[in-house]
């Protein structure tokens, strides 16, 4: 399997830190974790990988509130955040990443096919970088660019963590 570029980035930023990561994930089905653990040293960094495809997993094992799932369905923003909030504490990881969304070919929850909400909690409590995006393409580009954006986006925060 080809890495994304992010992958190695991500891995080395993480070592160099001194921090963990774990997955939530949906629409992606655990194609983010495979990606960070393609990169040779991954098994310093990562912590492990949720993959709730179904809406009540996301309640059950990622602690996604019921009423925010029942309210807005499984594909928003806030979903998203406390995805990536909840592995980082299932985990024991210094940072969650997550992604829910629309792969296709059908809409789901009056959301669009290409919909995806990404969200990086951590470092620290309380922080959560969310990232909404209408991606275009069949289901496999439209999961490929969500791995893309959700590395990216942990990229950016990792930045930021350290001071760059």
Do not use: W
């Not at 921090?19 to 098994?43: M, N, R, Y």
């Not at 029942?70 to 940072?95: E, L, Q």
């Not at 990232?131 to 590395?151: H, K, M, P, W, Y």
């Amino acid at each position: 399997m080809t890495q994304p570029s992010n992958a190695r980035q991500v891995v080395l930023a993480l070592r160099d830190q001194g921090l963990t990561i774990a997955t939530a994930e949906s629409l992606t089905g655990g194609l983010v974790c495979a990606a960070l653990v393609d990169v040779p040293g991954a098994s310093l960094v990562v912590r492990g990988g949720i993959v709730a495809y179904a809406t009540d997993l996301k309640a059950a094992l990622l602690e996604v509130p019921v009423d925010l799932l029942a309210a807005r369905g499984a594909v928003d923003p806030d979903v998203a955040s406390a995805m990536a909030d909840g592995v980082r504490a299932r985990c024991g990881a210094d940072i969650g990443v997550a992604t829910t969304g629309v792969a296709g070919p059908d809409p789901q929850d009056g959301m669009p096919v290409g919909t995806v909400h990404l969200a990086v909690a951590g470092p620290g409590a309380g922080r959560v970088q969310v990232e909404s995006v209408l991606f275009t393409g069949d289901r496999n580009s439209i999961r490929r660019q969500s791995v893309d954006s959700a590395l990216l986006l942990v990229s950016r925060v990792l930045d930021v963590a350290a001071g760059r």
